[in-house]
């Protein structure tokens, strides 16, 4: 999550320098292209050892850092459109096939009682990863600039790896078997989504929750692209934003999540999340996306529900949907999963940001928007519901303690 949060506000401000009217074109090259990398994970899945998968997707992903450094060496020579797309492409696959496989490997070392007691423990671990990241860009953006994050990137990645490859070694000689390769077929994935009830609830669920959250990005684009005209102003506000997030997420996974999770189950979880979008949405219909003074401290309503949906998100919808998956079999831990949280996700970026353009060029304010997210969060809560009741999800089974911990 370090590795992440140093180059995410890189990232954005590649968005926020052409505003949203690009992010439809952005998001549709990222679904072609993870619709693409749909078969090859699969393929590596089924044939590789958990171990090898780790080292092969880290490491390439390692190596992709440190390509790009020449790149935005000569940023002012390419043009920020034309590197934006390729870099916005690829940190946004890189984010999501990383972050997937690493709770899917999660879900193998728990069972379900385990994963609502720990997860939001270790996504604890992941959000103080995420505050560090925009400290550490912070930091070291206005000194060294932007190419050399990257390096620094680079190096917490391979960090990481260490530390999932130890791991995974000990479970491995500990006579975990979960440690083999998946087997079945490199479309599973896709073939899972359409015949799983649960897989399709959380694939509806999520599109749902992503909507919201690329809503309040798109228009945040705009807001960005008129208020910051340089490239470091634009990543201190993102950087900004995603320490405020993250602050919010480690608040929920100290107070409430881990509490919620354990005495109603992860569904409560989703369902409270959704109600969060519900009123925070809710707020600007009523007061419009601007500043209200004694209400939003200074910054824009748009901001603020940035960080509220993308806070509840890390900090409680992620534990609480990773758990539910420990009740799956492995084949859809990994294949499902992934498909769902990669291509299926960056779909509802398409969409999303497609509407967001065309609301734009038919005059709708950003409150008639705001309006149609209310109903995309009551449409959310119903689903999360909807979950826990899902044909296919095994039920609870006993708590035993985590195989690595046995004799």
Known sequence: MTSYYIIRPVRDQLGGAVGSQSLPMFYLVVFVVMLALTPVFGVLAARFRRKQLLGWSYCFFIACLLAFVPAFMAQDRIGARSLGVVFYVWVSIFNLFVVSLFWSFMADIFNGPQARSVFPLIA????????????VTKALVQTLGVAPLLVVSAVTLALALGVLLFLSGEQDRSGDRQGEPVGGSLWAGIKELVTKPFLRYMAVLMLLGDGIGTLAYA????????????????????NDLDLYTNLLGVALQLTVTRWLMIRRGAVAALVVTSLINLLLLAAIVVWGPGEVSGITLGLPLLAILTIGSRGFTYGMTKPASDALYTRVPRETRYKGKNFIETAVWR???VLVTSGVSLFGTLGVSVAGMAGVGVGVSVLATWVARQIGRAPDLAPETAAQPPVARRA
């Open 124 to 135: 604890l671990g992941g959000m103080a990863g995420a505050i560090f990241g925009p400290l």
């Open 219 to 238: 228009l945040l684009a705009d807001y960005s692209k008129a208020h910051f005209t340089d490239k470091v102003a634009r990543t201190a506000f993102y």
């Open 347 to 349: 779909l509802g970026d």
